[in-house]
T-cell receptor, first 112, second 110 residues
Framework: DAGVTQSPTHLIKTRGQQVTLRCSPI?????VSWYQQVLGQGPQFIFQ???????GRGNFPDRFSARQFPNYSSELNVNALLLGDSALYLCASRIRDGAEAFFGQGTRLTVV | GQQVMQIPQYQHVQEGEDFTTYCNSS?????IQWYKQRPGGHPVFLIQLVKSGEVKKQKRLTFQFGEAKKNSSLHITATQTTDVGTYFCAGQEYGNKLVFGAGTILRVKS
């Protein structure tokens, strides 16, 4: 079985632009969460979706949005990019609430 | 909001020495999870602790969950070069949000 897959793996954007990151969870997993990991820090929770509904939102500005599709894949959108948005964006899927999280390889976003 | 503190930030040990990282939450947790991230990699799940005072072992790794369900530790006996990486604890309150600590970077000298 494939693990959590994310695309693209690397991305370079200019300040002010918009970006869309994609995630496909492990087959059978209905919960998808997004995290931002800045170099040298732990992953910071952005969003969690379960069965296409938002279940949680971290302390991130409204420039960050996400959605989950009927096939449980998910997209994270970030508008009006800032230099400080440069980070590794991780997607994690879980089979149920409270279970262990399986992370994808992440998308390395660089904003210049 | 919920905060998870982890110490030490960094530890450099000689191969064969023991290693311990500690995790403290500002709130009572429903469970705590531990992850390992190798340089350039993504977090990989190690274990989940749910019960107050729980102790679990995985070969040379011992995980503990405090009686108050607010603190936890990971102890590695006789470290090996393959143990190199960053170890994160992640606490979950009675909801879905998983809050990660800042991690402890482990370096092992051979």
């Amino acid at each position: 079985d494939a693990g959590v897959t994310q695309s693209p793996t690397h991305l370079i954007k200019t300040r002010g632009q918009q970006v869309t990151l994609r995630c496909s969870p492990i087959s059978g997993h209905k919960s998808v969460s997004w995290y931002q990991q800045v170099l040298g820090q732990g992953p910071q929770f952005i969003f969690q979706y379960y069965e296409k509904e938002e279940r949680g939102r971290g302390n991130f500005p409204d420039r960050f949005s996400a959605r989950q599709f009927p096939n449980y894949s998910s997209e994270l959108n970030v508008n009006a990019l800032l230099l400080g948005d440069s980070a590794l964006y991780l997607c994690a899927s879980r089979i149920r609430d409270g279970a262990e999280a399986f992370f994808g390889q992440g998308t390395r976003l660089t904003v210049v | 909001g919920q905060q998870v503190m982890q110490i030490p930030q960094y530890q450099h040990v000689q191969e064969g020495e023991d290693f311990t990282t500690y995790c403290n939450s500002s709130t009572t947790l429903s469970n705590i999870q531990w992850y390992k991230q190798r340089p350039g990699g993504h977090p990989v799940f190690l274990i989940q602790l749910v019960k107050s005072g729980e102790v679990k072992k995985q070969k040379r790794l011992t995980f503990q969950f405090g009686e108050a369900k607010k603190n936890s530790s990971l102890h590695i006996t006789a470290t090996q070069t393959t143990d190199v990486g960053t170890y994160f604890c992640a606490g979950q309150e009675y909801g879905n949000k998983l809050v990660f600590g800042a991690g402890t970077i482990l370096r092992v000298k051979s």
